[in-house]
């Protein structure tokens, strides 16, 4: 089966799951450059208030996967508020990924990144945390499969224009973790603890990430994806991605290798503050 005729076949089978209003095909499948090794997200929409036959999508899953009983599928708010419900099945060996988001709350955080206002929240599966502004990064970055009543076209085009209010508190409020945290790595490197280096390594290209897309008024999506989309930015450093590799590369025990790392990453800061 053809990836467009899996896709059809999926979206006819939940179409007919109550509760359902519409589907979108996570971003990196939508613009056509998702690895296949990492298979197929699309983004389950249901109406809190209606609710959703969840027993349904467990159903529906149980007859998707190549291994019978290995798929995962957390219960409605397992993983947090922000995560709702997920399903990971295995077809022909390629993950495919059901995220689930209730229209209602889509609504509210799009009115609350109009006003500036960004909910940073620790979230299993996000290493660097989780922003309600990914919420408007799947509606605004993925295509929509199917509208059972026209909401998600609605919701899609009240992302639009990017908040001048939203881009002034990212810019603002990761530029400065940015830099916190590059200066606690490079203090960090004569103890010795390299993981506490590396963790604030991390740190640091996650706020770039932050920063880049609000400067190219983009809404972030998923941190798996978002190296993939630096180098496709007007922003951004040149061979933004290579040289984070480059950077996470040298990080290990060897002192000058690792201050070596921090000097790239000094110089991706630093040449992301000359760009705004």
């Known amino acids: 089966m053809t990836e467009q005729l899996f896709i059809e076949d999926v979206v006819?089978?939940?179409?007919?799951?109550?509760?359902?209003?519409?589907?979108?095909?996570?971003?990196?499948?939508?613009?056509g450059n998702q690895p296949q090794s990492s298979g197929t997200t699309f983004v389950i929409y249901y109406?809190?208030?209606?609710?959703?036959?969840?027993?349904?999508?467990?159903?529906?899953?149980?007859?998707?996967?190549?291994?019978?009983?290995?798929?995962?599928?957390?219960?409605?708010?397992?993983?947090?508020?922000?995560?709702?419900?997920?399903?990971?099945?295995?077809?022909?060996?390629?993950?495919?990924?059901?995220?689930?988001?209730?229209?209602?709350?889509?609504?509210d955080v799009i009115d609350e990144c109009n006003q500036g206002i960004v909910n940073i929240e620790y979230q299993i599966g996000h290493p660097h945390c989780f922003t309600n502004v990914i919420y408007l990064g799947e509606i605004s970055l993925g295509e929509i499969i199917w509208d059972r009543s026209g909401k998600l076209?609605?919701?899609?085009?009240?992302?639009?224009?990017?908040?001048?209010?939203?881009?002034?508190?990212?810019?603002?409020?990761?530029?400065?973790?940015?830099?916190?945290?590059?200066?606690?790595?490079?203090?960090?490197?004569?103890?010795?603890?390299?993981?506490?280096?590396?963790?604030?390594?991390?740190?640091v290209i996650s706020c770039l990430h932050q920063v880049l897309f609000a400067l190219n008024e983009v809404y972030g999506p998923h941190e798996m994806?978002?190296?993939?989309?630096?180098?496709?930015?007007?922003?951004?450093?040149?061979?933004?991605?290579?040289?984070?590799?480059?950077?996470f590369r040298l990080l290990n025990t060897d002192r000058k290798q690792t201050e070596t790392a921090l000097d790239i990453l000094r110089s991706l800061l630093n040449e992301t503050v000359l760009r705004i």
């Open 47 to 107: 109406d809190s208030q209606s609710g959703m036959a969840v027993h349904e999508i467990f159903k529906l899953a149980t007859t998707m996967d190549d291994v019978e009983g290995k798929f995962l599928l957390t219960s409605m708010g397992e993983w947090r508020p922000w995560m709702n419900l997920g399903v990971t099945v295995s077809v022909q060996q390629s993950p495919v990924k059901f995220l689930f988001r209730d229209v209602r709350k889509l609504s």
């Open 225 to 247: 994806e978002a190296a993939d989309l630096m180098d496709s930015l007007e922003i951004a450093p040149p061979n933004y991605k290579s040289r984070v590799n480059e950077a």
């Open 12 to 31: 006819e089978r939940l179409q007919g799951v109550p509760g359902t209003e519409g589907i979108v095909l996570g971003g990196a499948n939508a613009r």
């Open 153 to 203: 076209a609605v919701l899609k085009e009240r992302t639009k224009p990017y908040p001048s209010a939203l881009k002034q508190f990212i810019i603002e409020r990761f530029l400065w973790e940015a830099s916190y945290s590059l200066q606690a790595a490079a203090k960090s490197v004569s103890k010795k603890d390299f993981s506490y280096t590396a963790g604030h390594c991390y740190r």
